[in-house]
């Protein structure tokens, strides 16, 4: 896996892509929405720009990309500033990855495969089968037309727990765990 020199670019995407989508501040930005419902498309959309830019400027090093990041938070995620040095660091993969991928080199690539792609990709996959197949004891077996009593007990005190509280300030109010 990631031997064909002819296949650079598309072993960057993919090693550009995972990098993102495990960066702490973008695992962080997908789960609480900052960049409303499509959030997790903005995510992908700003790897393949990250990708088009290094790709495509000459002479392109860790600030230029860095900066580029920055900007894109601001104007995608709604993130004012970023208080610790990720962007960068991230910035500096992306640009050690290009550059070993230029000389032929997919180590890096190969690395960020077994470090960070292989686990989300098999979590991603454990999670569609958990989706795809409910387990026998949790769904009751039902006669057409008949419904289940506790499913009409329970569901709509828990849509009401999950929906987070806001108080008259427009303030969310942080709940305790009810035992």
Not at 13 to 32: D, N
Not at 93 to 121: C, S, T, Y
């Amino acid at each position: 896996m990631f031997d064909d020199p002819s296949k650079k670019l598309t072993y960057f995407e993919y090693a550009a892509g995972v990098l993102v989508c495990c960066w702490p501040i973008m695992r962080q930005a997908v789960a609480e929405e900052w960049a409303d419902v499509d959030t997790a498309d903005k995510r992908d959309w700003m790897a393949g720009a990250l990708v088009d830019y290094i790709c495509s400027a000459k002479d392109v090093d860790a600030w230029d990309i860095e900066e580029l990041i920055l900007q894109i938070l601001q104007d995608e995620f709604n993130v004012g500033s970023v208080e610790d040095d990720s962007p960068y660091i991230l910035a500096q993969d992306l640009h050690r990855v290009w550059q070993a991928a230029l000389e032929d080199n997919f180590d890096p690539i190969r690395d960020i495969h077994e470090r960070l792609g292989k686990p989300m990709i098999e979590k991603q996959e454990r999670e569609e089968n958990r989706a795809a197949k409910p387990s026998a004891s949790s769904v009751p077996e039902l006669v057409e037309g008949e419904q289940s009593m506790h499913e009409d007990a329970t569901e709509p005190a828990q849509e009401e727990s999950k929906a987070p509280v806001v108080d008259d300030d427009g303030f969310t109010v942080v709940q305790r765990k009810r035992r």
